[in-house]
Structures are given as structure tokens and as C-alpha cells.
T-cell receptor, first 116, second 114 residues
Framework: AQSVSQHNHHVILSEAASLELGCNYS??????LFWYVQYPGQHLQLLLK??????LVKGIKGFEAEFIKSKFSFNLRKPSVQWSDTAEYFC??????????????FGKGTKLSVIP | ETGVTQTPRHLVMGMTNKKSLKCEQH?????MYWYKQSAKKPLELMFV???????ENNSVPSRFSPECPNSSHLFLHLHTLQPEDSALYLC?????????????FGQGTRLTVV
């Protein structure tokens, strides 16, 4: 079964600092990769996704992520964070789980706190 | 708004109670999911319904009982829960269940078992 590891539980940054959140997955086959964000008191929403093609994916609000197949990684980046980026970020992998179905597996999440 | 609505938003129940969580999606999707979100743990997939049929049950205790009467509605019936079942329960829906599936989530029901 696939698994997803997010290295940092809580990251604290000052505004304008650069962000990189790590995500590694374990699965030997083809995967589709996602980053979801959950702002305080709100629902999980999609930040960006990778299915195929250019491994550098751009999402909403200035976020991007790079898929490095050899490292089984899909790290999330933003050059300059804002206070409004304070949220919890979840990496997820969608992979074949057998019997014709796919399973979306999430990491534990990384809480980002941005200090004004 | 995501098009996925969950009610109630908050629920406190005793261990001997029976209650139900409701999820409704207005996106025309044909797959629906229940996830459990506990502190410091990954989102756990509990149940998957595709075309109103259960396709996956990840070894969830029988005190959780899902029901999918149609493609727009999903319920989670709860009975004789334990305090460790306290968590945020998230409903999601998607169009199909393939490789390129993107899930849309509701805001969740915060469940506290006392």
C-alpha cells in the first residue's frame, strides 16, 4: 500500500520568507500527486496537482511544487509567504489500489504559521 | 463553498447514543467518501462509494455504518462510539474514481464522544 510522509509537523515563518514543505511517498507505480490546503475553520481545498508532463507544477496563490520521480518527492514551495498563508497543508497521492480502483492517501499534514 | 455540504457541523454524543452524519454534494459526482481526521494523524479513508455501491471499507469498526441512498447523498450512522472516535469527519466527492480523480471536500463534522 502507498504511504505519504510529510517531514515537518509545524513550520513557523516570518512574512516574505521562502517556504518549502517536504513530501515523500512510497509507491512503485504511476502516481498522481496533490497538495491540499486547509485554512482555519475552512474545508480542504486543492492547491495544485500533478498528473503528467512538466514536473514543475504551478498552483493557486503563487504556490508551486516539483515532482522528482527518482526521489519519490513532491515538495511544495512559495518564494515569499504572506500571513494569509497560515494554514495546514496536506500532500496526497492517488495510486492504483487493486480491483480496478484508486486510493487517495494523505500525509499527516504540515501546519504553517506565518508571523506578520 | 465546495458544493459538498455536511451536517451537523458539530456533534456531541454519549457512548450509548445513535446519531447520523449527513453529506450532500451538488457537483454531479458519482463517487463519495468518508474520511476521519484526527490530530497528528494522516487523513484516514473510511469508506468509498462509487455509483452508490460500496467499493472499499478500510477495516472500519462496525459501530460506523455508511449509507448511500443515491449519488448525491451519503450518511454515516454512528452507534455505541468510543471516546477515541472523537475527530473531524470529512466527506468528499469526485467524478469517477480513476487515476486523475480530484476530490472535493466538505467542511466536516466535528464529533466529540463523551
Amino acid at each position: 500500500a502507498q504511504s505519504v510522509s510529510q517531514h515537518n509537523h509545524h513550520v513557523i515563518l516570518s512574512e516574505a520568507a521562502s517556504l518549502e514543505l517536504g513530501c515523500n511517498y512510497s509507491y512503485g507505480g504511476t502516481v498522481n500527486l496533490f497538495w491540499y490546503v486547509q485554512y482555519p475553520g475552512q474545508h480542504l481545498q486543492l492547491l495544485l496537482k500533478y498528473f503528467s508532463g512538466d514536473p514543475l507544477v504551478k498552483g493557486i496563490k503563487g504556490f508551486e511544487a516539483e515532482f522528482i520521480k527518482s526521489k519519490f518527492s513532491f515538495n511544495l514551495r512559495k518564494p515569499s509567504v504572506q500571513w494569509s498563508d497560515t494554514a495546514e497543508y496536506f500532500c496526497a497521492v492517488n495510486a492504483y489500489s487493486g480491483a480496478g480502483s484508486y486510493q487517495l492517501t494523505f500525509g499527516k499534514g504540515t501546519k504553517l504559521s506565518v508571523i506578520p | 463553498e465546495t458544493g459538498v455540504t455536511q451536517t451537523p457541523r458539530h456533534l456531541v454524543m454519549g457512548m450509548t447514543n445513535k446519531k447520523s452524519l449527513k453529506c450532500e454534494q451538488h457537483l454531479g459526482h458519482n463517487a463519495m467518501y468518508w474520511y476521519k481526521q484526527s490530530a497528528k494523524k494522516p487523513l484516514e479513508l473510511m469508506f468509498v462509494y462509487s455509483l452508490e455501491e460500496r467499493v472499499e471499507n478500510n477495516s472500519v469498526p462496525s459501530r460506523f455504518s455508511p449509507e448511500c441512498p443515491n449519488s448525491s447523498h451519503l450518511f454515516l450512522h454512528l452507534h455505541t462510539l468510543q471516546p477515541e472516535d472523537s475527530a473531524l469527519y470529512l466527506c468528499a466527492s469526485s467524478h469517477g474514481q480513476g487515476a486523475n480523480t480530484e476530490a472535493f471536500f466538505g467542511q466536516g463534522t466535528r464529533l466529540t464522544v463523551v
